[in-house]
């Protein structure tokens, strides 16, 4: 194992006392009685340094998150090392990993860093107030357009002083930013999902098929997927999960299917139906009562698909990610049923 760090890579001295020489600030070295009250009295920092080294697999990663130059970082987690007498990362090319003992040290460590850093939003809720902060969530195009317009706009208008970031991420973009404590949560439907992340669903949608208007399946009765069989189908690209789902329910019905476009956004998807090039399987989440297709249940083959709130095993949620939250579940319980999609958002046959 080829530890992360070597005693020349730091510049300068460990640690010490400042003085000026020809102008500039330079470090005095401590003795060793100095040096250990120093670093324990900066030892939140060595924390924060090392977690967000290890969030990040990077010590040049970690330094721009926290304003820092690279060998200040570089500087806090050795002296972290140094102490402990410990390694907490090895190099793996380009990248740092933790160590086992990096592991023990992280899991214990990040609780603690991420309640110092969310200190004040907590403070704030404890003393009846959302005054400042920032909130920060990871979603897909689709839940961006459709789930969190009305709950984003009621969340500003009551608490102007909460800074919101949107990330748009795709699904695995979404886990690496939580992993890595990017964001503060996730808003998405998850089908599978790994033990060290926690999926709440919140709002429930069916999945339909959509044709333009006069499309001979429009005039059915009841769908089949023998019926759809013969026409091509627009669905999303093959890495995303809705083209995975219609896979596996043809499959298990052993019924082929052909695609003939693939393309991103529902938004898109809606607009190639309603021109006549074919027809697609869709959540009812995109469907807005504006549309210009037809819907057509298919709940004998798909099950309703929830959409809700990912977040990591662990994490600390600040007062404002809470309320957020629970907002989320307000607005799902005013919703009818909530929101079955092939009903009530969607131009009837």
Not at 6 to 14: A, K, Q
Not at 294 to 320: D, H
Request: charged fraction near 25%; aromatic fraction near 8%.
């Amino acid at each position: 194992m080829q530890p992360a760090f070597r005693h020349d890579e730091f510049v300068g001295p460990s640690c010490g006392d400042a003085v000026r020489l020809k102008g500039r600030e330079i470090l005095r070295p401590m003795d060793s009685t100095k040096k250990r009250f120093y670093y324990k009295q900066n030892r939140l920092k060595q924390l924060r340094a090392f977690c967000y080294a290890a969030q990040e697999s990077s010590i040049s990663k970690a330094a721009k998150r926290m304003f820092l130059s690279q060998p200040s970082v570089s500087l806090q987690v050795r002296a972290l090392e140094d102490e402990m007498a410990i390694t907490l990362f090895e190099r793996r090319g380009p990248r740092i990993e933790l160590t086992p003992d990096g592991r023990v040290l992280y899991e214990l460590a990040s609780p603690l860093v991420e309640a110092i850093d969310n200190l004040p939003a907590v403070f704030a809720e404890r003393s009846g107030t959302l005054d400042s902060g920032e909130l920060r969530i990871a979603a897909g195009e689709s839940t961006i357009l459709y789930i969190l317009p009305r709950i984003t706009r009621l969340f500003a208008e009551r608490y102007p002083g909460i800074k919101l970031r949107l990330h748009n991420v795709t699904g695995r973009d979404g886990l690496a930013q939580l992993r890595a404590d990017q964001v503060d949560f996730a808003v998405g439907s998850m089908l599978d999902f790994p033990d060290d992340i926690a999926y709440q669903p919140i709002f429930s949608f069916d999945t339909v098929l959509i044709t333009p208007p006069g499309h001979p399946l429009a005039e059915l009765e009841r769908v089949t997927l023998k019926d759809i069989s013969p026409f091509g189908l627009i669905l999303p690209p093959r890495h995303l999960s809705t083209w995975g789902v219609v896979d596996v329910v043809f499959q298990q019905h052993d019924v082929p299917y052909e695609v003939s476009l693939e393309v991103g956004g529902w938004e898109v998807i809606k607009r190639y139906v309603a021109l006549g090039m074919g027809v697609s399987i869709v959540s009812g989440l995109c469907l807005t009562g504006d549309d210009k297709v037809i819907s057509v249940p298919l709940e004998k083959y798909f099950p309703r698909r929830t959409y809700g709130v990912v977040t990591r095993r662990g994490r600390f949620l600040s007062p404002a990610a809470r309320r957020f939250i629970e907002m989320m579940h307000e607005d799902a319980e005013a919703a009818v049923a909530p929101v079955p999609g092939a009903t009530t958002a969607c131009t009837d046959r």
